[in-house]
């Protein structure tokens, strides 16, 4: 009886519920964001150097990472509700630290703390709407979180912007203060708490392997287009990473209790899902990268500027993700989720034609369609990630979802971002030998990126820095063309292995037995 009450009441509360896990993940995703806008601030004030300010950012994503599947499967075991509510006490006072840091070592520091609040707390909001909502309103709720993720990515260049054009840098990480402060309260109160009613031995080793080669590979990743690809630590990482990999998946299939069930992977459904949300990271987060420089260094607009414009983007895709549920229920998840791959490749059609001086109301109407098929990949590929697996293990389920998305996201932007960067130098330095009088240190210079070269023609005479600037901004919109191209192409591929892989409608969900993981 009583827990019939108490199961009425957390489905009377669910929405409440979705509030204030809807807070938990804004301030997770801006945080991720916003930093960015304070750089050349933090590098200012604080003394960083070009490394330590890459350290700023990529130790909270490699923390972040490398947690993931660790945190995901403790919220199953311990309740996902203690796992959040501790994840974001320790993001909020990680917050309050960074923001008292005076030198840059200081600051990474406590970035790699506020890694570990996040790593707590992503994971365990989807497993708990997973657990809060039941099946016929899942995907809406999903939905929802999908596109606050959106929303969030938007918002941080904005917030940051305005923070430091009107505060310090500090508030940067004081504002997550108060937003903490009221998602700890009211989740104490609105949170139902959950966790796997036949929890397992905590897979120690495999705990420790997962870490590793995840925090191997997105440190290879990030620095392999910092380093080059056949510098050795790049190499070493990798290759750890690889072997780190190799040794989890073997100990996970012999272990008794593994933390990750392989055997999660031989439903269609569960595969098909991970698959679509590596996909739609990988063609989108290098693009992203690449959008960002175009709106700054060929556009001219300013940090705040791009931020702002890049809103039809956020908005998007919380319409696309938020209403993919009720498409979903009547075409079924495979068609949704290629409608969006295929929507997604005919917007990139039309990017690679941009040109240096495009109209905004032309990109940001792109923009919006750009978001609104994203929200048709992500929200229906995360519902069916989530749908696939038993609800006792879904902390583990939304880990898998983050990691895959992240990493994906990783090698995008480190293999795209690489292309472009090649492509940009390559164009540059032939189209440069029509412009006569420029210094060969300034040639040099300016054909290490668009933004280097921007920044160079400020201090050059007018005539010299039209021509500096005209030949930049062309060999970057050259080299995005081809970016484009490749991008659009990942999403044809995408949509044809989610055709041939993805089963329309939820199969039933079997119980898992000892160390077989999923049946479906």
């Known amino acids: 009886m009583v827990a019939a009450v108490n199961q009425s009441k957390e489905y009377r509360m669910r929405w409440w519920t979705l509030l204030v896990i809807a ?51 403790l919220g199953d075991r311990v309740g996902r509700k203690k796992m959040l509510q501790l994840g974001i006490l320790i993001f909020g006072v990680s917050s309050f630290f960074a923001s008292l840091a005076d030198t840059p ?19 365990a909001t ?36 305005l923070i430091i ?4 840098w500090n508030w940067i990480f004081l504002v997550n203060i108060p937003i903490t402060v009221i ?31 995840l925090a191997l590979l997105v440190f290879g990743l990030i620095k392999g287009s910092d380093w080059g690809w056949t510098d050795i630590g790049v190499l070493s990482s990798l290759a750890g990473a690889i072997i780190a990999g190799f040794v989890f998946i073997i100990w996970e299939r012999k272990t008794e209790n593994p933390m990750l069930e392989i055997g ?20 989108m987060i290098g693009i992203t990268f690449g959008l960002t420089l175009y709106m700054q260094f060929v556009n001219g607009y300013s940090a705040l500027e791009t931020g702002v414009r890049f809103v039809p983007l956020a908005l998007g895709i919380f319409i696309g993700a938020g209403s993919s549920d009720k498409i979903v229920e009547k075409v079924g998840t495979t068609k949704v989720i290629t409608v969006g791959y295929l929507g997604t490749a005919i917007a990139l059609l039309i990017a690679s034609f941009w040109e240096v001086n495009t109209a905004y109301w032309q990109l940001g109407t792109l923009f ?25 293990r879904a ?117 898992l037995a000892p160390n077989t993981g999923a049946r479906r």
């Open 368 to 392: 919006f369609l750009f978001g609104f098929f994203l929200g048709y990949i992500a929200a229906p590929a995360t519902t069916a990630v989530m749908g696939a697996l038993p609800e006792a």
């Open 395 to 511: 902390g583990i389920g939304s880990a898998m979802n983050t990691v895959s998305r992240m990493v994906a996201g990783s090698i995008g932007v480190a293999s795209l971002g690489s292309i472009l960067s090649s492509l940009y130098t390559s164009n540059f330095n032939y189209g440069i030998t029509a412009v006569a009088g420029l210094p060969a240190e300034v040639i040099e210079a300016s054909s290490e990126s668009v933004g280097a070269a921007v920044t160079i023609a400020e201090g050059l005479p007018p005539v010299a820095s039209e021509a500096l600037l005209q030949v930049a901004r062309n060999s970057f919109m050259d080299a995005w063309q081809v970016m484009a191209f490749i991008s659009l192409s990942i999403c044809f591929v995408g949509a044809l292995i989610v055709v041939k892989m993805m089963p329309a409608k939820h199969g039933p969900v079997a119980e």
């Open 183 to 213: 998602a700890l309260i009211a989740g104490w109160f609105l949170i139902p708490e959950s966790h796997d009613p036949n929890p397992k031995k905590l897979d120690i080793p495999g705990t420790i392997l997962s870490s590793i080669a």
């Open 126 to 161: 989807l497993a708990i709407i997973t657990n809060t909502f039941p099946r016929e309103e899942r995907g809406k709720a999903i939905g929802v979180w999908a596109g606050l993720n959106g929303i969030g990515i938007a918002l941080g260049p904005i917030i940051g912007g």
């Open 165 to 168: 054009a009107n505060l310090n």
């Open 264 to 283: 999660f992977f031989k439903s269609a459904r569960f595969s098909a899902g991970v698959f679509s949300v590596s996909v739609m990271a990988l063609a």
């Open 23 to 73: 807070i938990s993940v804004l301030v997770v995703v801006l945080d991720s964001t916003i930093v960015n806008i304070a750089l050349p601030t933090l590098q200012r004030e604080l003394g960083a150097t070009f490394s330590d300010l890459q350290w700023m950012i990529n130790i909270y994503i490699m923390i972040f990472a490398a947690l993931m599947l660790t945190t995901g499967s």
């Open 105 to 123: 070592s200081g600051l990474i520091l406590w970035r790699a703390f506020m890694g570990v609040g996040g790593a707590m707390m992503l994971p």
